[in-house]
C-alpha cells in the first residue's frame, strides 16, 4: 500500500487515563488498479485501505519496546453508502481508542471513503 500517504497524526494524552491517544489521517487517490470494470473504487481495495489505515494509526504510539511489529486485525467491517469513482482522493480518519499489551483498538472514526 505505498499509494497511502499521510495527511496528518497528532499523540493527545487522556485527562481520564495515563493512556495516550493517536489520530491519524491517511490519504489514496483511486488509480485504476484499485477499481472494478465499472470503474468505482473495488470493494475489496476499500476494505484493504481501512485495514491498514486502522493498523498504521497504532504507529505515533509505538516504540522498538512497545507495538513495534503492527499487529494484525481482529475484528474490519466496512459498509459503503455510495460508489467512489476513479480519480477521487479518498481520505481516512483514525483514532486510536484504546491500546494495552496484546489488544489494540483503533477506527475509522470520519472517514469519506464511500463518498
Known amino acids: 500500500m505505498k499509494a497511502i500517504k499521510v495527511e496528518s497524526a497528532s499523540i493527545t494524552q487522556n485527562s481520564k487515563s495515563s493512556a495516550p ?18 470503474g468505482f473504487m473495488h470493494g475489496g ?15 505515533p504510539l ?4 512497545f507495538w513495534h511489529f503492527g499487529g494484525l486485525t481482529r475484528t474490519l467491517n466496512v459498509t ?23 489488544l489494540g483498538e483503533s477506527s475509522s472514526v470520519n472517514s469519506e471513503l464511500c463518498g
Open 62 to 65: 509505538s516504540s522498538e519496546e
Open 21 to 38: 491517544s493517536a489520530k491519524t489521517t491517511f490519504s489514496i487517490l483511486v488509480t485504476p488498479n484499485f477499481q472494478n470494470p465499472r
Open 80 to 102: 459503503c453508502l455510495k460508489p467512489v469513482p476513479g480519480g477521487e482522493v479518498v481520505y481516512v480518519d483514525c483514532e486510536v481508542k484504546g491500546i494495552g499489551k496484546r
Open 45 to 59: 481495495a476499500q476494505a484493504l485501505l481501512v485495514d491498514m489505515c486502522t493498523t498504521m494509526a497504532v504507529a
